[in-house]
């Protein structure tokens, strides 16, 4: 009976990556803008993920010590939780990339089709007003 919930959260595990990915490719296949807005998008990736470069760091440490005092304070037979510590550390390292890539490919896009949108609508707004005045 235990086995099945193994089972079920890989297999929940891979039909959320999945769904991770889909989205990932459907954002990435949006126009990114012109020129302009992809540099500043461009900009915003390389600092967010230098802000991620260097909070991994500090977290290095700290995720490190972590590991080894489980190793150590737990009994043999659980010194193993200190390297799953590790591995659900580097999991969440993985997420946290992948999330912050996506957002940031997001963002551009995101202020491209708005940026559209308030074009048009200004665009209906004048051209009523300009047939109001005929």
């Known amino acids: 009976m235990d086995e099945i919930w193994v089972y079920s959260a890989i297999g929940a595990a891979i039909i959320a990556l999945l769904f991770a990915l889909a989205k990932s490719v459907w954002i990435k296949k949006q ?44 009994q043999p037979e659980l010194r193993f939780v200190g390297v799953s510590f590790l591995f659900g550390a580097f999991c969440s390292v993985l997420a946290g990339n992948f999330g912050m890539r996506v957002a940031t490919n997001a963002n551009t896009r995101t202020a491209n089709k708005r940026a559209k949108r308030v074009a048009a609508r200004i665009a209906r707004r004048i051209f009523r007003r300009v047939g109001d005045g005929t």
């Open 31 to 74: 126009d990114p803008g012109d020129e302009a807005l992809q540099e500043i998008g461009r900009a915003v990736r390389e600092g967010a993920m230098a802000f991620l470069r260097r909070e991994y760091q500090v977290l290095a440490i700290f995720t490190i010590v972590v590991a080894i005092l489980l190793a150590l304070i737990n």
